[in-house]
């Protein structure tokens, strides 16, 4: 079969700040499975990157291996982009963002290279805090290998030939909270509505910024049983609040009725702002969003929406006093300053 994309765009089109289209945030045609979620997942971060008016060339997109890591090459065509090995992603966007901090950088990652080969390296970027947005595409299944259960596979859930998986799943929204993550959020592919403020909010977050996205497989995991289906999640999903994202210096319209919502204040002056949010959630207390997330898992629920923010969250090149300019822009003198100042750097240490 071939896949040719359409060339032809409405002439007026809306444009952004930058005088960019959504077209210009697209990528190369899908070839996933037609209703694949991880289609819906890459038309969100196009979207969000187009209402932050964020120039594609900014911004550098990584992935590991699986149906999700094959999402990158269908979105943001114009960006840099790096398909690393599996489960090793964390590493290869920690060594760039290390030789220039002024990208932006996107991590796209699945349940299976996430949850099982790339468990340490997930472990790891989390601790360092990267600034970085690590999105997870989690079908509970490994579709490129003929839809076997993966890590994040429910208890209790059952695969298209039947067979009931015996083994608790990993909660990475959970284990992101335990391990010191400054921003966890989880979502649903088919709720955009949600979805794309939360990338939005996660990429003007300074440091790790983690959103799990419960993604169904519509070739192995849609079936009667299986709670990462359409039908289970849309039953089943129990969302924090309704989220919006309010943009730095824009102009605040809402019709929402007053007391009803709380604006969570980014560090960049931005806002993401939960309506209707519980009385019991507070996104700033870890504790309380751990203790939410047990809630729902014991009353299979599946809690969507930000579960954390951290208000005052330091990056990796802050914890470690990187330069502040990217390393290919540093000249000769500057990283060899000659054998006199080797001399006084060692002396330091006798």
């Known amino acids: 079969m071939t896949y040719i994309r359409s060339q032809f765009r409405h002439p007026n089109l809306p444009k952004n700040d930058l005088g960019y289209t959504t077209t210009d945030y697209e990528g190369a045609i899908s070839t996933l499975c037609a209703g694949c979620g991880h289609d819906s997942i890459s038309a969100c971060i196009v979207e969000a990157c187009?209402?932050?008016?964020?120039?594609?060339h900014r911004i550098a997109k990584l992935s590991g291996i699986g149906c999700s890591?094959?999402?990158?090459?269908?979105?943001?065509?114009?960006?840099?982009?790096?398909?690393?090995?599996?489960?090793?992603m964390p590493s290869v966007a920690t060594g760039a963002n290390m030789a220039n901090r002024d990208l932006l950088y996107m991590g796209v990652s699945g349940d299976g290279d996430t949850a099982s080969i790339g468990m340490g390296q997930f472990v790891h970027v989390i601790r360092r805090n990267l600034n970085m947005v690590y999105i997870v595409m989690n079908n509970g299944c490994y579709g490129l290998t003929k839809g076997q259960d993966s890590a994040t596979a429910d208890e209790g859930s059952k695969s298209k030939k039947g067979t009931v998986n015996p083994f608790q799943a990993i909660d990475l929204a959970g284990l992101a909270l335990e391990l010191g993550a400054t921003f966890v959020a989880q979502s649903f592919s088919g709720d955009k509505e949600q979805?794309?403020?939360?990338?939005?909010?996660?990429i003007e977050h300074p440091g790790?910024?983690?959103?799990?996205v419960i993604s169904p497989c519509v070739t192995f995991n849609n079936n009667p049983g299986s709670t990462k289906s359409y039908d289970y999640v849309r039953e089943h999903m129990e969302a924090t609040a309704t989220t919006d994202f309010v943009p730095l210096k824009k102009e605040i319209k809402t019709n929402y009725e007053k007391g009803t919502g709380t604006d969570i204040k980014m560090h960049d002056g931005t806002f993401i702002r939960l309506e209707k949010l519980a009385s019991s959630r507070d996104p700033y207390?870890?504790?309380?969003a751990m203790n939410a997330l047990l809630i729902s898992r014991s009353k299979n629920e599946i809690l969507t929406g930000l579960l954390y923010i951290e208000p005052?969250?330091?990056?990796?090149?802050?914890?470690?006093?990187?330069?502040d300019r990217p390393l290919n822009s540093l000249e000769q003198y500057e990283l060899c300053p000659g054998a006199m100042a080797l001399a006084d750097f060692n002396r330091g240490f006798r």
Do not use: C, M, W
């Open 208 to 212: 790790f910024a983690f959103i799990n």
């Open 50 to 56: 187009y209402e932050l008016s964020i120039a594609p």
């Open 69 to 88: 890591s094959k999402t990158p090459t269908y979105f943001l065509g114009h960006s840099h982009g790096f398909n690393s090995v599996h489960g090793r």
């Open 195 to 202: 979805l794309i403020p939360l990338i939005k909010a996660a």
């Open 285 to 288: 207390d870890r504790l309380a």
């Open 312 to 323: 005052q969250s330091t990056d990796l090149h802050h914890t470690i006093q990187t330069s």
